[in-house]
């Protein structure tokens, strides 16, 4: 009878051992291992130990004095030695930029960098483009963003010139246009220069449709934003510069006359 008594009385100790322990962790916060890291400080300052630029962004190595960590945010002129402040931004770990032919363990992307005091930009993305230019950044082989039109932008004295194409057109006949040299007339919306080798340019003609109606030129010619252009220039598919910066169509090597 005594064994009896045991075997019956062992599942049920087994199974108030468990409702016990099940509670326990109900009750309990998760193990502070399983909590998910935090992905950057909200600002960052230090010292830049070193800085490149690829694919229209600039690379920096903020030194913070306990640490260096790799960001990179919109194209512009930043300084070794110079003292930045870096907003929270999106980490990409184990990142291999195509353009410098470099894998970074971490990286952080950010939309503006940031003089020392966090308040004046030294350079910011349009915020037309901050979100969508952050995220797709983060992803090899994306979609280049066009460069929004300026506010008041006028294209009604955009004549397309002989024998020339619109910005539309292009891409509408891109297929039949690559490797072919074309002509375009248009407005300079957005200008980067010395990236890379070459300068930037977008230029529209008050053509196309949203993701159609900007291209991006390349050229050794200088523009300012607002200035009407003659483009000549080979038209280049599926470009992939590394970072996020892969263009449908381009204008590659073009001449760029003001007129």
């Known amino acids: 009878m005594k064994i009896k008594k045991y075997v019956v009385l062992l599942p049920l100790l087994l ?3 468990v409702g016990c322990g099940n509670s326990s962790k109900e009750s309990s916060p998760p193990p502070a291992a399983k909590m998910p890291a935090p992905v950057a400080a909200a600002e960052i300052t230090g010292t830049v130990a070193e800085t490149m630029n690829a694919a229209s962004y600039t690379y920096v190595l903020l030194d913070t004095g306990k640490e260096k960590i790799w960001f990179a945010g919109p194209g512009c ?10 907003p929270a931004g999106m980490l990409k770990e184990n990142f291999t930029s195509k353009t410098l032919n470099r894998t970074f363990e971490k990286i952080y992307f950010v939309e503006s960098i940031l003089a020392p005091s966090g308040s004046q930009p ?6 037309a483009q901050k979100s969508a230019d952050v995220s797709s950044a983060a992803e090899e082989g994306s979609s280049h963003i066009a460069a929004p039109t300026p506010a008041g932008t006028d294209f009604s004295g955009i004549i397309k010139p002989a024998g020339g194409k619109t910005v539309a057109e292009i891409y509408a006949d891109k297929k039949n246009l690559a490797g072919k040299t074309v002509t375009l007339r248009g407005k300079v919306v957005k200008f980067n220069a ?3 080798g070459k300068n930037w340019a977008h230029v529209q003609d008050g053509t196309g449709t949203q993701g159609t109606q900007d291209l991006t030129i390349t050229t050794l010619g200088t523009a300012k934003v607002g200035d009407r252009v003659l483009v000549e220039g080979l038209v280049s598919l599926d470009k992939d510069f590394g970072y996020g910066y892969k263009y449908d169509v381009l204008i590659d090597n073009a ?5």
């Open 15 to 17: 199974l108030t051992a």
């Open 122 to 127: 030294v350079c910011a993305m349009p915020p």
């Open 194 to 196: 010395e990236i890379m």
């Open 77 to 86: 002129t930043v300084k070794a030695g110079e003292r930045l402040s870096l």
């Open 255 to 259: 001449t760029l006359k003001a007129e």
